[in-house]
């Protein structure tokens, strides 16, 4: 059961309106909650008055930072102490919250409360006046400079040198269901029905700041339509719910407006990357070097490891890699999908593919001149590499060899320009400390469970095929349960790591169900008396005997014999991050695009792309070509469309609505053919399983601007690339 494609477990109910996603949790008495955010980028509150909105028929209180209850100075971000001052730090920061018996009412008057700032000016780019640039300790648990061999040497004596700059504005997420969260308490205990990619760290991050133990907190996220990140951290919004619950001691249901989704929830920050690339005439490449530097806010860290890639990707013997922090007054950012690797592959990419020009090479042939046999960075063996299948299958289905490569050699048959790009991709394979159960019942059918949650990934159908086939029943007859942190723990859906972590811990509790059921049989006076664990086969839900399938017993025969009810599987699989790994664990893949862009107009059209992709055993098929397929066109959105844009006196952001802030829709994506490589590892994990979710939007954006070089003859070094750029 494990690889061919079943469809969705949970695809009859999304359809039919039967998931239940968390702002729809009924709870009887349940009030709505509006923020009102800030109108100034920095400053501070000088008068707040509520007054007009507490006349609201309907309205129960305004929490303002001079009522509001006080949270744990000492814990967590500085962007989740709210209220607790009357400081402005970010555009759209929250100061206050309206509470009524409806969400209309509750808009309504949240339009009422006035608030006066102080204004002060922001610094609101990576390079103005005011912007305070440093080394961090990391950048995103990696260190943040890196050096091997003699760069200046190296490259100060290559025949060839390119020196280059890119740039990646800052993007915002846009899931289909926004951030929500639905808090009430009962007595001292509270739970949160919360849009979360990992129920667990939001129990312990909200038990940090609201000062409770975290067993006092229990987090439920039974569906969440989107993430990509943005859902990861805690964020306001939740912690906003659980305050003013308390408060009003009844359900406290918040969710975010469109625009507010642009406010203090985090972002793909903005990126100034510098790539210089010495080479030999033939291409094979002598030195390189990857300096970034990353958008970071004020009052915390977080650093873009865009550079990470550029350490294992190639073999180069001389490199250094650098990551600056500059802070300037904007919302801390946050983790959007391959965060690093998306940015940092544009920058590489597009180098490569200057550099494939500049050696008169194909790129693809210059990419396997450079191929790295081992991990340049750390000297260890791969722990399964196929990405020369993946560059071979892939340039095959898409007709590379009959690519001019001549830029703006092509033409359609309407006369627009044509342009083939490609780049490549890799993903790390991420591993955490992840725990399951799997329960018999009486009647043979099987219930697991891990706090693991479905951000649209396909993790229900993915853990209830690993479900099924541990335990040896059909699938019909297997229910998974997740997202709940009563169940047992798991990690966050992000970093392309919950099925690598779960999946193992799913098989791991179906082998000890087995285990236990084996001895129930051989213990019982039936025809499997006395038989080891060893000459046992479980299928179907039956236990057999190998030597002669003929004796045989249904599951929930054996279990009526012992006299129980149920029979529980679990296990805890440990992810140890503190010893050193022998092997280096990344996925793999190549993309290849075609463009369609008119001379007159600068317009460009993604006309098809295919991808071809090698991570491990693949659970699931279709679920995994929808998220390469999702991870591709997340590539072109980032290539074509994506990116804020500030008013410059005030740092706000002047496009937060969907209506201006670009996203690709049906018509803006042409043919997307995936490629699945088989690929078996054996040292990635016991199902030798690697993450997929990310992998699929890096090296996507480069491969489009590649494409419009090779179609335009114009290299685009800035994102988005628009028809203004091109027409320059």
């Known amino acids: 059961m494990i690889g061919p494609g079943i469809p969705r477990v949970d695809g009859v109910a999304k359809v039919t309106g039967a998931a239940r996603y968390s702002y729809e949790e009924p709870l009887a008495g349940a009030v709505y909650g509006v923020i009102v955010p800030s109108t100034i980028t920095l400053g501070r509150i000088v008068a707040i008055e509520t007054a007009e909105a507490r006349a609201v028929p309907g309205v129960l209180t305004v929490l303002t930072h001079r009522n509001a209850p006080r949270v744990n100075e000492g814990a967590g971000d500085r962007k989740l102490k709210l209220l607790q001052d009357d400081q402005v730090l970010y555009d759209r920061q929250p100061v206050a919250l309206v509470v009524a018996d409806t969400f209309e009412r509750a808009t309504d008057a949240a339009a009422r409360v006035r608030v006066t700032y102080e204004r002060r000016q922001p610094t609101v780019t990576i390079n103005g006046g005011g912007a305070d640039e440093f080394t961090p300790k990391t950048a995103n648990r990696n260190p943040p400079d890196s050096n091997r061999g003699d760069f200046a040497g190296a490259f100060a004596s290559a025949p060839i040198q390119l020196d280059q700059h890119y740039v990646t504005p800052r993007e915002f997420h846009n899931p289909m269901e926004p951030h929500a969260s639905v808090a009430v308490w009962s007595g001292e205990k509270l739970t949160v029905y919360d849009a979360s990619q990992g129920p667990d760290a939001r129990r312990d991050a909200m038990a940090k700041v609201l000062g409770v133990p975290p067993a006092s907190i229990r987090v439920v996220t039974r569906f969440v339509g989107g993430a990509f990140g943005s859902k990861g951290g805690t964020n306001p919004h939740a912690l906003l719910a659980a305050m003013t619950a308390r408060v009003v001691r009844r359900p406290v249901k918040v969710v975010l407006s469109r625009p507010e989704m642009f406010g203090g929830y985090g972002n793909r920050p903005h990126t100034e990357q510098r790539v210089r690339i010495g080479a030999q005439h033939d291409g094979t490449l002598i030195a390189m070097a990857h300096d970034v530097r990353t958008q970071v806010s004020r009052y915390d860290d977080f650093i873009e490891n865009c550079a990470v890639i550029t350490r294992m990707l190639y073999a180069v013997p001389n490199q250094i890699t650098t990551h600056r922090g500059v802070r300037y007054d904007v919302v801390t950012p946050t983790y959007m999908r391959a965060p690093g690797e998306s940015s940092g592959s544009f920058a590489l990419e597009s180098a490569m593919d200057e550099l494939a020009y500049a050696t008169g090479l194909d ?41 001019n490569p001549l830029p703006r050699s092509m033409r359609t048959k309407d006369g627009l320009l044509l342009g083939m790009g490609m780049a490549t991709a890799t993903y790390p394979s991420n591993r955490s400390t992840a725990a399951a159960e799997v329960t018999l019942n009486a009647d043979g059918s099987v219930v697991a469970s891990s706090a693991g949650v479905e951000i649209g990934n396909g993790a229900y159908t993915a853990f209830t095929a690993i479900a099924a086939e541990a335990a040896g029943v059909p699938v019909a007859r297997t229910r998974f349960v997740l997202g709940d942190t009563e169940l047992p723990e798991a990690p966050v859906a992000g970093g392309s790591q919950l099925t690598a972590s779960v999946a193992n811990a799913v098989a791991a509790a179906g082998a000890d169900l087995r285990a236990k059921l084996a001895a129930l049989a051989a213990a019982a006076d039936g025809p499997l008396h006395g038989a080891s664990f060893e000459d046992l086969a479980f299928a179907d839900g039956r236990v057999a005997l190998r030597s002669d399938p003929a004796r045989s017993e249904a599951y929930e025969a054996i279990l009526r014999g012992a006299g129980q009810g149920t029979l529980t599987g679990s296990a805890r699989t440990v992810a140890d991050r503190a010893t050193p790994k022998p092997y280096s664990a990344h996925a793999f893949g190549a993309h290849f695009v075609e463009v369609h862009v008119d001379p007159d107009f600068g317009t460009v059209r993604v006309a098809r792309t295919v991808g071809a992709f090698a991570a491990g055993r693949i659970v699931n098929e279709r679920t995994a070509r929808s998220q390469y397929l999702g991870g591709t066109v997340w590539g072109v959105s980032m290539a074509l469309h994506e990116g804020s844009q500030e008013d410059l006196r005030s740092g706000r952001i002047m496009n937060a609505t969907l209506e201006n802030y670009l996203v690709p829709v049906n018509a803006d994506i042409g043919t997307v053919e995936i490629i699945l490589v088989d690929e078996v590892d054996a040292h990635v994990n016991p199902l030798g399983v690697k993450g997929i979710g990310e992998i699929g939007n890096v090296g996507s954006a480069a491969a489009v601007a590649n494409a419009v070089y090779h179609a335009t003859g114009m290299r685009i070094r800035e994102l988005p690339i628009t028809p203004a750029k091109l027409l320059a």
């Open 363 to 403: 790129p693809v042939t210059l990419r396997l001149r450079n191929y790295a046999e081992s991990d340049p960075e750390s000297g260890k063996p791969w722990s399964s590499k196929s990405l020369r299948q993946c560059y071979t299958r892939a340039a095959a289905q898409f007709g590379w060899d009959g690519r």
